[in-house]
DNA sequence: GGAAAGTATGACATAAACTGTCGCGGTCGA
DNA sequence: TCGACCGCGACAGTTTATGTCATACTTTCC
């Protein structure tokens, strides 16, 4: 066997991930023990990251990089490449910054030079806006998330989607929004990760409520360490089970248990509702008066009182009944900026 | 200079597209010609696709696929990788869906064995939502995009996108929501796409405004054909200069001063409507009262109503006059909808 | 605290592989 | 038809790669 074809067999075996040994690889080949080593040398002279490993079960291995072999790629393959890393960029969509930027590089150090010209300034072609706020539907917190805390929530979300590939436990600790204090380190299952509306939430197992994932808003994860492997139970999860958002199904079912808000609006404005991302999972039933009647699980007035005004005139608020006298002041309030009940007679 | 590492360079020389000579080759790496002969017959075996060219100005270059040599990539930079391709995937960010498809598999192909089982079922780990409608700033047209409709936007931004990256014109036909008839094919430069609410959008020079960048939504193309070579002029745009919604703003002024809806409003609430990306780049300023005063085009009284309404009590409409009549109306007529006014005072 | 299995490196003779130089035959473009 | 390129076989000379032996160090297992 040649020389060459030898390196770039070692190239294929370290590639492998498992450690092999000088002398394994010697027999393998039918050339001495020396030889290996001196190969072993020439692949780190050209830029490998080969590390021994001492000791009696040592061995070879490439260090925290692998190796990529020779890809034919051509550009739209690249330029999708590329493209799909600009997109993740541009939606802070990032879980491990470090990996974007190096793989962007070394994609682009790697292509044809005429292509490279035009796709360095690929960034310059090819613009993403940012998800906008809803103003139905606030964030309670700070909007302006900084550069810091962009970076954190980065982190988090790396660590979590490594253990979730590597099949490892983590325990982490949580600020809930609607509870005062932190919630404890507790041990969980890390299933997967989900995108939405400009943020990330870890979905995984807890031990209490085995096969019901529970999520986790990415930036209000307060500590997280190792945990013990994982079982091997639940082999098959999968996150597309949870889009369309039908965890917020099951959580609203739950709140409309607990803050029962009952609204009666015209069968348009129900259907503009239905396709809304929240409110398309409440509960709609045919009212009496040929109304649709809605039923949502909310607690605070304000945001009863922002969805009643928006759908206009023709909806009612039936539940909680103890606001429905507030808010027909607020409406009276509003009306009243424009004049007195006869004034208006006369404008209109 | 040794063979491996002239073989090497070989490839990297190769690899930058243009045909190079075997006797400018012995030149270069100071051997002989026979020897550089050699080598190709080396690269060939190793499943190259080297191409000779015969004939007085032939040479050596790569066959149809582009050659990417060896990269290192590390598991990070892999992942990164196709998560921005299931990403592209989710957000239908696909100017070229096979080339999407082919990187995914190469890429894939490619890893280390045990990364590899996981990462083949990356999906099922990552997911993304889509982008939520938004209820205070609706579309005008169906909500329910189908696939054959997605699949028609894409093509239009790949070839799009093909043609700015290639600098050459591009002649389109477009259906203005605005107008009953479709506009005629009209020459275009283009420079660049831009995402924002789960569409694309195209921009190019008209030949009309030359350096003031129209958009186009990719869904409303009707027709792309091939134009002529570009203009060397107007050689560095970038789309990041249209990025933060800013041809919004321009288009907000002229829309300002055609139809003018001045509201006044708490500072409070203003503060809210600044962050959100349309009304972000309305008119702000202070009014005389205390509360700020907001300047904004809209012709549709609905809209006008919605944002009222949405903005609750101490908003109050200020021009046009002749809608505050309406609106208070309105307004009075919710209210009534919990009985009359003695009736609020009981409850209340 | 060894023995075993691994890496790390130098020296040197030898075999293998690579290289240069011929030669001759194609192909293409001006 | 000439010039500049690829294609390839043969052969001698030289470089390079390899095997062997010797020695030192590190870790793990018993």
Do not use: C
Not at 272 to 289: C, I, N, S, T
Request: no cysteine; net charge neutral; hydrophobic share 40%.
């Amino acid at each position: 066997m040649n020389r060459l074809d030898r390196i770039l067999a070692l190239l294929h075996l370290l590639r492998q991930g498992r450690p092999v040994s000088a002398s394994g690889l010697a027999q393998r080949f039918e050339v001495s023990v020396r030889t290996i080593y001196r190969d072993m040398e020439t692949l780190a002279g050209m830029g490998l990251p080969v590390e021994p490993e001492m000791g009696r079960r040592g061995g070879f291995r490439l260090g925290p990089g692998y190796f990529l072999p020779p890809v034919t790629l051509d550009p739209e393959e690249a330029v999708s490449l590329l493209l799909g890393l600009a997109l993740s960029r541009a939606l802070r969509v990032l879980p491990f910054p470090d990996g974007t930027d190096m793989a962007e590089r070394k994609l682009l150090a790697v292509l044809p030079e005429e292509t490279r010209g035009t796709l360095e300034r690929a960034s310059r072609f090819i613009g993403f806006e940012r998800v906008p706020p809803d103003l139905l539907h606030p964030e309670r917190d700070d909007p302006q998330a900084g550069g810091q805390a962009a970076e954190e929530e980065s982190r988090v979300v790396g660590r979590f989607l490594r253990a979730a590939l590597s099949r490892s436990r983590l325990r982490l600790s949580y600020r809930s929004p609607y509870r005062r204090e932190a919630e404890p380190l507790r041990e969980i299952e890390p299933r997967g990760i989900v995108w939405d509306r400009d943020r990330w939430y870890l979905v995984g197992d807890v031990e209490v409520r085995a096969g019901e994932p529970r999520m986790w808003r990415a930036d209000r994860v307060l500590e997280m360490k190792s945990g013990g492997g994982m079982h091997p139970t639940a082999a098959d999860f999968d996150v597309s089970s949870l889009l369309g958002r039908r965890w917020l199904g099951k959580a609203m079912e739950r709140w409309r248990t607990e803050n029962p808000v009952r609204v009666a609006l015209p069968a348009a404005r129900a259907d503009v509702l239905r396709r809304d991302w929240y409110y398309g999972h409440a509960l709609f039933e045919d009212g009496p008066d040929g109304r649709t009647v809605m039923t949502v699980g909310e607690g605070e007035y304000e945001r009863v009182a922002a969805l009643l005004r928006w759908l206009g005139p023709g909806a009612e608020l039936l539940e909680p009944a103890e606001w429905r006298g507030r808010l027909a002041g607020e409406l009276r309030r509003m009306a009243d900026a424009y004049g007195s009940r006869e004034q208006a007679a006369r404008d209109s």
